[in-house]
């Protein structure tokens, strides 16, 4: 019983928070319009008719049966739509049902299948009631209030069928004034006239037969002509079709009741109907207009009756003040010529309607999310182990995460609580149905807490422990505590939390898992910078062609203040490309200078990293010169020269250069099993029989890197810096921690680089070490003799989380294609005229993109929306609009390098010196994306501006005060 009740709870909770949300966007967007057509009708109720206030409030019903998400390019929330939220589709409930035999679902290859046996059920028992959720509470009071008032309007519906069934037929003096009337006013349908015993002003009732009741006595006391006003007022109110508007402005009162300013706008409908229909009045009257005023008179001081809820009825008159303002109104304005709206005033409607009811934003973003939330409320959200959960990845960005969900309900770690302002370097971020683990600022675990979670074979949240183990098999462990149980399958990265009592599942724990997709693009290799000899693939004494044939033109050549072309080039110049700068002397590169973070040392060192870091990795024989920008931090037995920011100490430059003693490195002795290939790269034997060596298996710790085995002191580490390979895991078989890595007794295989490396294993002071040739590209391309790391062997466990810790950042291999278009990517821009080219001509340059997008949803060139995003490799994305550029966008790349001086990394002193300083400067608030303002720590997050300069072209983002991403509206390639 409680857990149906539960069910209950759970579904009521799930409209209360759709209510919420949809009620939200239209409070907001409909109370901010009627303060506007209250201002409006303010400025304008002088010098224009009754009938065009009418109708310009009329646009109030029509918001209120518009979604909030409404939107049109005319619209103010087309450029503003940030400022006026839209509506959030209310979430279908899924009950937890228990399945009794899953349903076998196609697995794409590559993912983990899940078998789906038949299996019995387990009966739940011992269930706690849930409490109720604000929201639910909320969405309840609604019913309650809207109930409340269709009861008041059945009593007053029930109330007026009471007077017209009491009611008697009028006489014939009075239906051949009536038939007059609506010859004169030009109704053509038959209006039946009663006469009512009680003393009520003149009303028009009934939807499909009007019926004009009219008390009795009245007609003793009126004239023919006064009579007569009053019948055609009322036949005003049928012309017009007043009674279907009240019914509909009756109906929406009671929905929206909640909002005051509801209120306020029928007050004000029901008083302008009324002008608007003495308009009408005056019109038809012409000459008689004198005997309306004094008849109004007449009739207030008989009758006064203010219907609440009026369905179906509308009377001459509703309130004293009412009456007073309609007669000064008559009275100090003229009769006007014609009731009508007319042409102008209908454009002019229109037009009012066209930019105030839109307030949906002019992304399509929103409509995208809109759509992603009512699917993803209504449909299960897969599970895949290893790989995903929903639409959440391993490695994603705790922005990401932000960005998708919002604002979490708590960040903790252990029982400590935290801020999005003071974030460890460990924590969880728990949001409603689904939980993060977030380690560095990256996903490393995902929790699924709702049943909307489910894996291919239908298992989710709620099932019983016997189900997951009849599917996942027995090679689990199972570890009690006590509130509750935790059900590991190791090998699949899930972690099911049982239920002490009932034995269901309570949350899945998701991990990455060695096999699974989400690990083959982990780590990017970097390209490495081996000092003296090379900077990435580029090395000293390459000619001034190779580099050309390899980066194309570069951005610009100088030498001091002097710029050349490759028409007319000096004896010694500089050649600087996006991320890389090369000083050529007699068409021979002699020194190169890396520009991007991309760029690393063998030590992990790169552009961004501190002064403090060089010193303590390189040492103190070092030399620094001072200027007034930068200080230059030389290490000349090393052939480098670091460029470090005046400010922040940090690297802004790694110029290298070849030193004495490069040319003392030995050149590797090829093996008779290697050759060399077309590439001019050492291709090693890697398919040797796998012959057994028990002391290798088990987990090794890297300790040092060393250029000889003999140079290894335990008591003095070698290698000053960090290092690259963390450490190995070798298993039985021959297989290790990575596919690409394979052994054999005495050598170590890497499917990718195609190296065969030898291992010594030597025990030194009660511990076990091993010597591993490292033959990455210095030996593969530049035939030098290997180095060797030094690994401690720390367990014999060849599994858990020690392979999830020391993962080497080397891949099996680069993505070639990648590396090509983002080299190619410069002079590609040049090519492009962003006023002129359209869809076509930008695939005729770039390619194809890999997607096209725009916020979460992805398209096909068939079905584009109105924009759109062109991602292509590199971090480079185009934003178009319909066909036609809007922007180029440089996103966290740090290959592109603005107008040869700022790149992701740049900080906000160094982009002030580039673009200018701002003409203000605001902290903490929201981003309204004015030209020349400096957003600064938007929003209270700290790090996070924004700066656009529409006069160079170019807008900013920042994280921790440095450049994020660039936005370009212009190239500035080449200039």
Same mark, same amino acid.
């Given at each position: 019983?409680?857990?149906?009740?539960?069910?209950?709870? @759970?579904?009521?909770?799930?409209?209360?928070?759709?209510?919420?949300?949809?009620?939200?966007?239209?409070?907001?967007?409909?109370?901010?319009?009627?303060?506007?057509?209250? +201002?409006?009708?303010?400025?304008?109720?002088?010098?224009?008719?009754?009938?065009?206030?009418?109708?310009?409030?009329?646009?109030?019903?029509?918001?209120? *049966?518009?979604?909030?998400?409404?939107?049109?390019?005319?619209?103010?929330?087309?450029?503003?739509?940030?400022?006026?939220?839209?509506?959030?589709?209310?979430? $279908?409930?899924?009950?937890?049902? $228990?399945? @009794?035999?899953?349903?076998?679902?196609?697995?794409?290859?590559? =993912?983990?299948?899940?078998?789906?046996?038949?299996?019995?059920?387990?009966?739940?028992?011992?269930?706690?009631?849930?409490?109720?959720?604000?929201?639910?509470?909320?969405?309840?009071?609604?019913?309650?209030?809207?109930? +409340?008032?269709?009861?008041?309007?059945?009593?007053?519906?029930?109330?007026?069928?009471?007077?017209?069934?009491?009611?008697?037929?009028?006489?014939?003096?009075?239906?051949?004034?009536?038939?007059?009337?609506?010859?004169?006013?030009?109704?053509?349908?038959?209006?039946?006239?009663?006469?009512?015993?009680?003393?009520?002003?003149?009303?028009?009732?009934?939807?499909?037969?009007?019926?004009?009741?009219?008390?009795?006595?009245?007609?003793?006391?009126?004239?023919?002509?006064?009579?007569?006003?009053?019948?055609?007022?009322?036949?005003?109110?049928?012309?017009?079709?007043?009674?279907?508007?009240?019914?509909?402005?009756?109906?929406?009162?009671?929905?929206? !009741?909640?909002?005051?300013?509801? #209120?306020?706008?029928?007050?004000?409908?029901?008083?302008?109907?009324?002008?608007?229909? %003495?308009?009408?009045?005056?019109?038809?009257?012409?000459?008689?207009?004198?005997?309306?005023?004094?008849?109004?008179?007449?009739?207030?001081?008989?009758?006064?009756?203010?219907?609440?809820?009026?369905?179906?009825?509308?009377?001459?008159?509703?309130?004293?003040?009412?009456?007073?303002?309609?007669?000064?109104?008559?009275?100090?304005?003229?009769?006007?010529?014609?009731?009508?709206?007319?042409?102008?005033?209908?454009?002019?409607?229109?037009?009012?309607?066209?930019?105030?009811?839109?307030?949906?934003?002019?992304?399509?973003?929103?409509?995208?999310?809109?759509?992603?939330?009512?699917?993803?409320?209504?449909?299960?959200?897969?599970?895949?182990?290893?790989?995903?959960?929903?639409?959440?990845?391993?490695?994603?960005?705790?922005?990401? +995460?932000?960005?998708?969900?919002?604002?979490?309900?708590?960040?903790?770690?252990?029982?400590?609580?935290?801020?999005?302002?003071?974030?460890?370097?460990?924590?969880?971020?728990? !949001?409603?149905?689904?939980?993060?683990?977030?380690?560095?600022?990256?996903?490393?675990?995902?929790?699924?807490?709702?049943?909307?979670?489910?894996?291919?074979?239908?298992?989710?949240?709620?099932?019983?422990?016997?189900?997951?183990?009849?599917?996942?098999?027995?090679?689990?462990?199972?570890?009690?505590?006590?509130?509750?149980?935790?059900? @590991?399958?190791?090998?699949?990265?899930?972690?099911?939390?049982?239920?002490?009592?009932?034995?269901?599942?309570?949350?899945?724990?998701?991990?990455?898992?060695?096999?699974?997709?989400?690990?083959?693009?982990?780590?990017?290799?970097?390209?490495?910078?081996?000092?003296?000899?090379?900077?990435?693939?580029?090395?000293?004494?390459?000619?001034?062609?190779?580099?050309?044939?390899?980066?194309?033109?570069?951005?610009?050549?100088?030498?001091?203040?002097?710029?050349?072309?490759?028409?007319?080039?000096?004896?010694?110049?500089?050649?600087?490309?996006?991320?890389?700068?090369?000083?050529?002397?007699?068409?021979?590169?002699?020194?190169?200078?890396?520009?991007?973070?991309? =760029?690393?040392?063998?030590?992990?060192?790169?552009?961004?990293?501190?002064?403090?870091?060089?010193?303590?990795?390189?040492?103190?024989?070092?030399?620094?010169?001072?200027?007034? #920008?930068?200080?230059?931090?030389?290490?000349?037995?090393?052939?480098?020269?670091?460029?470090?920011?005046?400010?922040?100490?940090?690297?802004?430059?790694?110029?290298?250069?070849?030193?004495?003693?490069?040319?003392?490195?030995?050149?590797? %002795?090829?093996?008779?099993?290697?050759?060399?290939?077309?590439?001019?790269?050492?291709?090693?034997?890697?398919?040797?029989?796998?012959?057994?060596?028990?002391?290798?298996?088990?987990?090794?710790?890297?300790?040092?890197?060393?250029?000889?085995?003999?140079?290894?002191?335990?008591?003095?580490?070698?290698?000053?810096?960090?290092? =690259?390979?963390?450490?190995?895991?070798?298993?039985?078989?021959?297989?290790?921690?990575?596919?690409? #890595?394979?052994?054999?007794?005495?050598?170590?295989?890497?499917?990718?680089?195609?190296?065969?490396?030898?291992?010594?294993?030597?025990?030194?002071?009660?511990?076990?070490?091993?010597?591993?040739?490292?033959?990455?590209?210095?030996?593969?391309?530049?035939?030098?003799?290997?180095?060797?790391?030094?690994?401690?062997?720390?367990?014999?466990?060849?599994?858990?989380?020690?392979?999830?810790?020391?993962?080497?950042?080397?891949?099996?291999?680069?993505?070639?294609?990648?590396?090509?278009?983002?080299?190619?990517?410069?002079?590609?821009?040049?090519?492009?005229?962003?006023?002129?080219?359209?869809?076509?001509?930008?695939?005729?340059?770039?390619?194809?993109?890999?997607?096209?997008?725009?916020?979460?949803?992805? !398209?096909?060139?068939?079905?584009?929306?109105?924009?759109?995003?062109? +991602?292509?490799?590199?971090?480079?994305?185009?934003?178009?609009?319909?066909?036609?550029? *809007?922007?180029?966008?440089?996103?966290?790349?740090?290959?592109?390098?603005?107008?040869?001086?700022?790149?992701?990394?740049?900080?906000?002193?160094?982009?002030?010196?580039?673009?200018?300083?701002?003409?203000?400067?605001?902290?903490?608030?929201?981003?309204?994306?004015?030209?020349?303002?400096?957003?600064?720590?938007?929003?209270?997050?700290?790090?996070?501006?924004?700066?656009?300069?529409?006069?160079?072209?170019?807008?900013?983002?920042?994280?921790? =005060?440095?450049?994020?991403?660039?936005?370009?509206?212009?190239?500035?390639?080449?200039?």
């Amino acid at each position: 019983m409680n857990e149906l009740i539960n069910n209950y709870l @759970t579904a009521l909770d799930s409209i209360g928070r759709g209510f919420c949300s949809y009620t939200a966007g239209i409070f907001i967007q409909a109370s901010v319009l009627i303060v506007l057509l209250l +201002v409006i009708d303010f400025l304008l109720r002088k010098r224009v008719r009754a009938v065009f206030r009418y109708c310009l409030w009329m646009l109030v019903f029509v918001k209120l *049966v518009v979604p909030a998400s409404f939107t049109l390019p005319t619209g103010i929330g087309y450029w503003m739509g940030d400022y006026f939220p839209s509506e959030v589709s209310i979430a $279908k409930w899924v009950p937890q049902i $228990k399945e @009794t035999v899953p349903i076998a679902i196609y697995i794409p290859q590559g =993912y983990i299948p899940l078998e789906t046996p038949m299996m019995n059920e387990t009966t739940a028992t011992g269930i706690e009631l849930e409490a109720i959720r604000w929201q639910g509470l909320v969405f309840l009071g609604w019913l309650v209030g809207m109930l +409340v008032l269709l009861v008041l309007l059945v009593k007053r519906v029930c109330f007026v069928k009471g007077l017209i069934a009491q009611s008697r037929p009028a006489n014939e003096r009075s239906l051949d004034i009536l038939n007059e009337g609506r010859s004169q006013i030009g109704i053509r349908q038959n209006i039946e006239l009663r006469l009512s015993g009680n003393t009520l002003s003149p009303a028009v009732c009934g939807l499909f037969k009007p019926i004009i009741l009219i008390p009795a006595a009245l007609l003793k006391k009126l004239s023919r002509e006064k009579l007569k006003a009053v019948l055609i007022h009322e036949l005003a109110h049928i012309k017009r079709g007043d009674v279907w508007v009240n019914l509909l402005q009756t109906m929406l009162q009671i929905v929206y !009741f909640y909002n005051p300013f509801v #209120w306020l706008a029928n007050a004000m409908v029901r008083r302008v109907r009324e002008q608007a229909v %003495d308009e009408m009045v005056l019109v038809t009257l012409k000459p008689e207009t004198k005997n309306y005023s004094n008849m109004l008179i007449d009739i207030a001081e008989m009758a006064f009756w203010r219907p609440k809820f009026s369905l179906s009825i509308i009377g001459v008159v509703e309130s004293k003040k009412a009456l007073e303002r309609r007669i000064k109104h008559m009275l100090n304005r003229p009769v006007p010529k014609s009731s009508k709206l007319g042409y102008l005033g209908l454009i002019a409607i229109v037009v009012i309607g066209a930019i105030l009811l839109p307030m949906g934003s002019n992304s399509m973003a929103e409509a995208a999310n809109t759509q992603k939330n009512s699917r993803s409320n209504s449909e299960t959200k897969t599970i895949v182990p290893g790989v995903r959960v929903g639409d959440y990845t391993f490695g994603m960005s705790e922005d990401d +995460v932000l960005e998708s969900l919002g604002k979490p309900k708590v960040i903790f770690y252990g029982e400590k609580r935290y801020t999005l302002d003071n974030l460890p370097r460990k924590y969880y971020m728990h !949001f409603g149905d689904v939980s993060f683990l977030i380690v560095d600022d990256s996903v490393k675990e995902i929790t699924a807490i709702s049943p909307y979670y489910k894996f291919a074979n239908g298992l989710g949240v709620g099932a019983s422990e016997q189900k997951i183990k009849q599917v996942f098999g027995d090679d689990f462990q199972l570890k009690e505590t006590k509130w509750k149980d935790f059900l @590991t399958y190791e090998d699949k990265g899930l972690v099911f939390e049982i239920h002490k009592n009932d034995r269901t599942v309570m949350e899945i724990n998701v991990s990455p898992i060695d096999s699974s997709k989400s690990y083959k693009k982990a780590h990017i290799v970097d390209k490495i910078i081996v000092p003296g000899l090379r900077v990435g693939d580029y090395t000293f004494n390459m000619s001034k062609d190779d580099i050309l044939e390899s980066l194309g033109k570069p951005g610009g050549i100088f030498y001091g203040d002097n710029k050349y072309t490759l028409d007319n080039l000096p004896e010694k110049y500089y050649m600087p490309y996006e991320d890389i700068s090369f000083l050529i002397v007699n068409g021979l590169v002699k020194g190169i200078t890396a520009l991007s973070p991309s =760029y690393k040392l063998t030590n992990g060192l790169r552009v961004g990293d501190s002064e403090q870091k060089i010193k303590k990795a390189f040492g103190d024989d070092f030399k620094i010169k001072e200027s007034k #920008w930068k200080d230059y931090l030389s290490y000349k037995d090393e052939g480098l020269m670091f460029e470090i920011n005046k400010q922040d100490r940090t690297v802004m430059e790694i110029n290298v250069s070849p030193v004495p003693g490069s040319e003392s490195y030995k050149k590797a %002795d090829i093996p008779p099993t290697s050759y060399i290939n077309e590439q001019g790269r050492i291709v090693d034997k890697v398919d040797y029989p796998f012959v057994n060596d028990p002391k290798v298996i088990g987990t090794w710790k890297s300790v040092d890197f060393v250029r000889e085995i003999n140079q290894f002191n335990l008591a003095e580490k070698s290698w000053k810096g960090d290092l =690259y390979l963390k450490g190995l895991i070798f298993k039985p078989n021959g297989k290790t921690f990575k596919p690409w #890595w394979t052994w054999t007794k005495g050598l170590i295989f890497h499917s990718g680089s195609k190296t065969a490396s030898k291992y010594t294993i030597k025990h030194i002071e009660g511990s076990t070490y091993m010597f591993y040739e490292w033959k990455s590209g210095d030996y593969t391309i530049r035939y030098m003799n290997p180095f060797y790391y030094v690994l401690k062997k720390v367990s014999t466990k060849t599994s858990g989380p020690l392979d999830k810790v020391w993962i080497s950042k080397q891949e099996d291999d680069e993505d070639e294609e990648d590396e090509e278009f983002t080299r190619r990517l410069p002079a590609r821009i040049r090519q492009l005229d962003i006023d002129t080219a359209d869809l076509e001509r930008v695939k005729e340059i770039f390619g194809k993109p890999a997607q096209y997008r725009w916020g979460e949803e992805n !398209f096909t060139e068939d079905n584009l929306p109105r924009q759109y995003i062109l +991602v292509y490799p590199g971090s480079f994305h185009i934003y178009m609009r319909e066909s036609q550029i *809007v922007e180029l966008r440089h996103e966290h790349d740090f290959s592109y390098v603005f107008r040869n001086k700022l790149r992701c990394g740049s900080t906000l002193d160094e982009v002030f010196e580039v673009v200018g300083h701002p003409k203000k400067i605001v902290q903490g608030e929201k981003n309204l994306f004015e030209d020349g303002v400096l957003y600064k720590d938007i929003e209270g997050r700290k790090g996070y501006c924004y700066y656009a300069r529409y006069d160079h072209d170019v807008r900013l983002w920042f994280i921790d =005060y440095k450049i994020g991403s660039i936005y370009m509206t212009r190239s500035d390639y080449g200039e």
